[in-house]
């Protein structure tokens, strides 16, 4: 269509060869092959547009679902980041009443084996520092009265 008009249609002039709406010399009519082929030529370029917004349109859904997969496996990926971090409270908390349990049972471990077995000494001393009464002095101590 290379600087032709286009076809009006089968049996009608050519808009080239009309000037202010009156026939000039040559005047040339549409042939129906050429009318016909006028309309093949834009009804291809419609279904080629068509086909492009198809194109198009496909290519937009196929980014949303990517997206969407995208904010999922986000999503996933959180929701198992904030699981091991509960994990990993609750493995402190167990750890920590574990050695509070471990300290208890050698405090008490402690205690049962001083009542048992209480500390001994070559002699019991009062609270004072002194001796008990009818005690002697372990050979080198001296009383609190012949340190006075």
């Known amino acids: ?17 009309c000037r202010d709406g009156l026939p000039t010399a040559g005047i040339g009519w549409c042939a129906p092959a050429e009318a016909e082929a006028e309309a093949e030529a834009e009804a291809e370029a419609e279904a080629e547009a068509e086909a492009e917004a198809e194109a198009e ?7 949303e679902a990517e997206a969407e997969a995208e904010a ?10 904030e699981a091991e971090a509960e994990a990993e409270a609750e493995a402190e908390a167990e750890a920590e009443a574990e050695a509070e ?3 208890e049972a050698e405090a008490e471990a402690e205690a049962e084996a001083e009542a048992e077995d209480p500390p ?4 019991r001393i ?12 372990a050979f080198g101590v001296r009383t609190p009265a012949e340190v006075a």
């Open 72 to 81: 999922e496996a986000e999503a996933e990926a959180e929701a198992e980041a």
């Open 120 to 123: 001994r000494s070559g002699c």
């Open 57 to 63: 349109a496909e290519a937009e859904a196929e980014a």
């Open 101 to 103: 349990a471990e300290a």
């Open 1 to 17: 269509m290379s600087g032709r008009a286009v076809c009006p249609g089968p049996g009608r002039l050519l808009r080239s060869d």
């Open 126 to 137: 009062r609270p004072s520092g002194g001796l008990f009464v009818g005690e002697e002095p």
